[in-house]
């Protein structure tokens, strides 16, 4: 099993730039995909971008040119760089990972992190 951990949500002036880090731990695998998601208050978790273990990704069109996603993996190391935030992207940010080749869906993943939490204000 992997343990992840996120790290990098505050409280950021829309405009502004935030990045976020997702470190991991625990059993080294082979190849895994991980991802990015966030949850708002009284709304479903969204799927933010992909990142498969080669470093092709996918980022939702909701945050496409202002979100990307990257990772190291000698460093076990993910991030989620955050430009020309607005306040609908305040939300709870996820860190997840999977040893399968997973989409969209959160219920795909099996390793998580407790979210740090992005707050943007207008």
């Known amino acids: 099993q992997v343990q992840l951990r996120e790290s990098g949500g505050r409280l950021v002036q829309a405009g502004g730039s935030l990045r976020l880090s997702c470190a991991a731990s625990?059993?080294?695998?082979?190849?895994?995909?991980m991802a990015w998601f966030r949850q708002a208050p009284g709304k479903e978790r969204e799927c933010v971008g992909v990142i498969s273990y080669a470093g092709d990704t996918y980022i939702t069109d909701s945050v496409a040119g202002r979100f990307t996603i990257s990772r190291d993996n000698a460093k076990n190391t993910m991030w989620l760089q955050m430009n020309n935030l607005k306040p609908e992207d305040t939300a709870v940010y996820y860190c997840a990972a999977d040893l399968k080749n997973s989409g969209l869906r959160p219920g795909e993943y099996d390793y998580w992190g407790q979210g740090t939490q992005v707050t943007v204000s207008s």
């Open positions: 625990g059993r080294t695998f082979s190849s895994y995909v």
